[in-house]
């Protein structure tokens, strides 16, 4: 009896052991292996209560790596101040401001007069009507979309990200089809629409206070986006050349059905939700309506 006790300690104490070994090597993997920064969680368990619902929170961060880094949001922020600057600068108009001339008379820029250029369609996107234009899409793609593709990659944010560019074009040549059409508001409300998605349906999950901060925040830079953009088709001087503001309200769409289905899909794979077919298949057929317009029925023609 006095045996069977001390192999039973024995084997309470090995146990025990155990235990502590495997709590201190959880301890240590969540620390970031000692004082490794390569390795610190900590950022990533930041954004993932920003970005992912409860459950979605311990994979993210279990798999979180800075491989590859947040390279396509960046690269277009780069891209558009470039092209910015190039006009702003470098151009003997030396617009900050407002639309001028050199503008209008872009490569980039989508025209009415021009839509068989169809590259007009996305690299309008580049183009923007002055220093406010442009810091406010900088900031809000920059704010949002580093998080976003730091959890879900460049490519799926990159794919919401176009969508909502293309869907702002060939909404605005329907519903504003004598306008000019510049700046990255469609791909910037995509990625805003897919956000506000995805808090709205997973508002318990993403801290009910926090979620309502979020949610504000974006119904607060909506407003004021939304506000200037109005303000640019409707009560621009005289002299001046109103743009469209359609492509603020489609690449919201296409952000809340597109961008959507992308971003709840985090530890999934996309091609094998359904949700994802049916968003892609309702987004090309109007792509395909618009095209048709263009072609046979447009104002512009």
Same mark, same amino acid.
């Given at each position: 009896?006095?045996?069977?006790?001390?192999?039973?300690?024995?084997?309470?104490?090995?146990?025990?052991?155990?235990?502590?070994?495997?709590?201190?090597?959880?301890?240590?993997?969540?620390?970031?292996?000692?004082?490794?920064?390569?390795?610190?969680?900590?950022?990533?368990?930041?954004?993932?209560?920003?970005?992912? +619902?409860?459950?979605?929170?311990?994979?993210?961060?279990?798999?979180?790596?800075?491989?590859?880094? +947040?390279?396509?949001?960046?690269?277009?922020?780069?891209?558009?101040?470039?092209?910015?600057?190039?006009?702003?600068?470098?151009?003997?108009?030396?617009?900050?401001?407002?639309?001028?001339?050199? &503008?209008?008379?872009?490569?980039?820029?989508?025209?009415?007069?021009?839509?068989?250029?169809?590259?007009?369609?996305?690299?309008?996107?580049?183009?923007?009507?002055?220093?406010?234009?442009?810091?406010?899409?900088?900031?809000?793609?920059?704010?949002?979309?580093?998080?976003?593709?730091?959890?879900?990659? $460049?490519?799926?944010?990159?794919?919401?990200?176009?969508?909502?560019?293309?869907?702002?074009?060939?909404?605005?040549?329907?519903?504003?089809?004598?306008?000019?059409?510049?700046?990255?508001? $469609?791909?910037?409300?995509?990625?805003?629409?897919?956000?506000?998605?995805?808090?709205?349906?997973?508002?318990?999950?993403?801290?009910?206070?926090?979620? &309502?901060?979020?949610?504000?925040?974006?119904?607060?830079?909506?407003?004021?986006?939304?506000?200037?953009?109005?303000?640019?088709?409707?009560?621009?001087?005289?002299?001046?050349?109103?743009?469209?503001?359609?492509?603020?309200?489609?690449?919201?769409?296409?952000?809340?059905? &597109? $961008?959507?289905?992308?971003?709840?899909?985090?530890?999934?794979?996309?091609?094998?939700? +359904?949700?994802?077919?049916?968003?892609?298949?309702?987004?090309?057929?109007?792509?395909?309506?618009?095209?048709?317009?263009?072609?046979?029925?447009?104002?512009?023609?």
């Amino acid at each position: 009896m006095a045996a069977a006790r001390e192999v039973e300690m024995e084997d309470v104490n090995l146990n025990r052991d155990r235990k502590e070994d495997l709590e201190e090597e959880e301890e240590m993997r969540e620390d970031g292996e000692g004082k490794d920064p390569s390795k610190n969680k900590k950022v990533y368990r930041v954004v993932s209560k920003w970005m992912l +619902p409860e459950q979605a929170r311990r994979t993210y961060v279990e798999r979180a790596n800075c491989f590859p880094p +947040p390279v396509f949001i960046i690269s277009i922020s780069l891209a558009e101040l470039a092209v910015f600057i190039y006009y702003a600068v470098w151009k003997p108009q030396k617009q900050w401001i407002t639309l001028d001339v050199g &503008i209008l008379e872009s490569p980039f820029i989508y025209s009415p007069e021009k839509r068989e250029e169809a590259w007009r369609f996305i690299s309008y996107m580049l183009v923007h009507a002055g220093v406010q234009h442009i810091l406010g899409n900088l900031v809000m793609q920059l704010a949002l979309g580093i998080p976003l593709e730091m959890v879900h990659k $460049g490519l799926r944010v990159g794919l919401v990200y176009l969508a909502g560019v293309i869907a702002g074009s060939l909404a605005s040549s329907i519903f504003d089809p004598l306008k000019y059409l510049v700046g990255a508001s $469609g791909g910037v409300y995509a990625l805003m629409g897919g956000y506000f998605m995805n808090v709205l349906v997973n508002f318990r999950e993403m801290i009910p206070a926090f979620g &309502i901060v979020r949610l504000l925040i974006i119904i607060l830079i909506i407003v004021s986006d939304v506000g200037f953009a109005l303000y640019r088709r409707f009560f621009v001087p005289a002299n001046g050349s109103p743009v469209s503001f359609a492509a603020h309200l489609a690449g919201g769409f296409a952000g809340m059905s &597109i $961008g959507y289905t992308v971003f709840s899909c985090f530890d999934k794979a996309l091609l094998k939700d +359904p949700r994802f077919w049916i968003a892609i298949a309702a987004y090309l057929a109007c792509v395909l309506f618009a095209v048709f317009f263009n072609i046979f029925l447009s104002p512009a023609n």
